[in-house]
């Protein structure tokens, strides 16, 4: 008897405190479009699996009336569930508890749920919706933060850590998302900035809303600080069970094999690619028309479009795709498709998935905007990634391959454990028509007809470089492959890759052009 009335009174006290900030302040959650903090885990996770931990847990602050207060499970829900059958862990920030803001208490939730994904190896997801460091707590609320952005920093490479904004997120709400994997951001929902409209109002006097700061197309746009972008919450849990579909729950394992599938009929490789060097066409149909299903996962869409990258899988098995979008500014690297690339090689590198680089780029962005802006830094990043990565590494040079652009791409110099270029590839120094006006200036400017001259030198440039040939001549290229033959080339390099056993000099850590 005396049992059942302690259950009775426990149940009541979860029921109590799993209200967070009240009704009130639920109702005005749900008025502004969101779902509360706990509709959003039951929701992301497979049906009733969420086992909570901590929900009694108590603030300690003592001033600024704080002591009075009593804060629902200090504004964060933390515990463990399954996603797509797997072990997971878990966080979700309540808005409606004092802005689900980040004092003492509630960073210990944090870490904890930290430290049992690492230590059980299992992917960790966080939903922020918090105004960041609680001011009340002072130097508590930082040193929590460094708690947390410390664990973030052992974690990256070892477990997948997930990031996902569904509120105004300020300070270190969003500092800790930029440590981790993935970020994904929600329409009209999602906001990050380090300070907000009313700080920069009282020291910059400068009016600002907190959309045109920092709402979600700024930063799946603009930043490149966002990888997914959706136009629900739902949509947006969606999204987060495809990427976890196609990654390894860590490290030291692979990601999950489906059953082999073709790519649907509709996507002919062979149609995809103009002849003419200059004509666009859009790389993902070219993807599209490799991997199983034709079901490409593309990461950052909508930034940096002149790079793409994405999961697909290819007989089954998890691929990582870099390619060059000639859709958009021909496909050229500059500073931020150089970022885009550089994170992207190093996340299937530490995450045992094969890489696949399909090559069409004029090279480097030249221009004034593009060198002040760092483009030897960022641009080495990609040299740096692709060097330093030891997965699998297969290539296809699809058409252009000119000069830095050439060897970036996954070349064979970088150690690229495959090399395939279709009949049209070219690879030179640079576009034949600078190269002749470079080389050839003194006979093309000395010539009776230099417009004939130019035409003319332009065409021996392209008839002695501007073919696979001269490349595969030398055993930079491996094979030199009809379009219809890429899916088969590409799964064989894969499973004789199985095995790859390479091992870099030992070091402490690379310094990379960070
Ligand atoms: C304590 C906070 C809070 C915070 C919000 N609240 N942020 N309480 N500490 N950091 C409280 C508000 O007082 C309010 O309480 C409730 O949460 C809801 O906030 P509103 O301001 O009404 O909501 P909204 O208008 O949507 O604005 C949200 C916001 C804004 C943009 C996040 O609240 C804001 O700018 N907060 C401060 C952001 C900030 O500067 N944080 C510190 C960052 S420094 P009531 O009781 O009125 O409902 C940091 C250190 C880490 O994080 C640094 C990393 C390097």
């Known amino acids: 008897m005396a049992l059942e009335k302690k259950i009775r009174e426990l149940k009541e006290k979860r029921e109590i405190v799993s209200k967070g900030g009240g009704d009130k302040a639920i109702e005005k959650q749900v008025a502004m479009g969101k779902l509360t903090a706990r509709d ?19 603030h300690d602050a003592r001033d600024f009336g704080m002591e009075k207060k009593e804060l629902h499970g200090d504004g964060v829900i933390t515990g463990t569930g399954t996603l797509n059958g797997n072990p997971i862990s878990i966080f979700a920030q309540d808005f409606t508890v004092v802005g689900g803001s ?30 960041g460091a609680r001011i009340q707590e002072g130097v508590n609320s930082l040193a929590g933060y460094g708690e947390i952005f410390f664990r973030n920093t052992l974690a990256s490479g070892v477990i997948p850590q997930i990031s996902v904004i569904l509120g105004p997120c300020a300070g270190g709400a969003v500092y800790s998302p930029a440590l981790t994997d993935w970020v994904f951001v929600v329409d009209n929902i999602s906001k990050m900035f380090i300070t907000g409209p009313e700080v920069i109002k009282s020291v910059l006097g400068e009016e600002i809303s907190q959309e045109d700061l920092g709402g979600a197309r700024v ?91 994405g999961f697909g899988r290819v007989n089954g098995e998890t691929v990582g795709f870099v390619a060059n979008q000639p859709l958009v500014m021909a496909g050229v690297l500059d500073v931020d498709s150089s970022d885009k690339i550089a994170r992207f090689i190093r996340y299937c590198d530490a995450f045992n998935i094969p890489l696949v680089t399909l090559v069409d780029l004029p090279g480097y962005l030249p221009g004034i905007d593009q060198e002040h802006a760092g483009v030897i830094r960022h641009g080495a990043k990609i040299l740096y990634a692709y060097s330093e ?3 699998p590494k297969t290539t296809v040079i699809l058409r252009k391959a000119y000069g ?48 004939a001259m130019r035409k003319e030198k332009v065409k021996e440039y392209s008839e002695k470089f501007a073919n696979p040939f001269v490349a595969a001549s030398k055993g930079y290229i491996d094979s030199v492959i009809e379009p219809g033959e890429t899916r088969r080339y590409i799964i064989h390099a894969i499973e004789v890759s199985e095995r790859k056993d390479i091992s870099m000099p030992k070091k402490k850590h690379g310094i990379p052009p960070f």
């Not at 749920?113 to 230590?119: C, F, N, S, V, Y």
């Not at 049209?424 to 002749?436: D, F, H, L, Q, T």
């Open 219 to 309: 930063h799946a746009e603009i930043t490149g600080n966002a990888h997914f972008f959706a136009k629900t919450e739902y949509e947006c849990f969606e999204q987060i069970k495809k990427l976890l579909s196609f990654i390894p729950w860590n490290n030291s394992e692979k990601a999950p094999k489906t059953a082999p599938k073709p790519p649907k009929k509709e996507y002919k490789i062979d149609t995809i690619v103009p002849e003419d060097p200059k004509q666009p066409y859009d790389v993902r149909n070219v993807i599209r028309a490799i991997v199983d299903d034709s079901d490409f996962f593309e990461v950052q869409e909508m930034w940096a479009a002149n790079a793409v990258i």
């Open 40 to 58: 959003r885990i039951n929701s992301l996770l497979d049906k009733e699996s969420f086992h909570e931990y901590d929900l009694f847990v108590q």
């Open 102 to 131: 980040l004092g003492r208490m509630h960073a210990g939730k944090i870490t904890k749920i930290m430290d049992h994904a690492l230590k059980m190896r299992m992917p960790l997801i966080g939903i922020n919706d918090s105004g």
């Open 389 to 391: 990565a030891t997965v």
């Open 404 to 451: 830095g652009g050439y060897i970036a791409m996954s070349s064979r110099h970088l150690r690229a454990d495959f090399v395939f270029a279709w009949p049209g590839a070219e690879i030179a120094v640079m576009g034949p028509e600078g190269a002749a006006n470079i080389i050839f200036r003194k006979e093309i400017t000395e010539a009776a007809d230099p417009e």
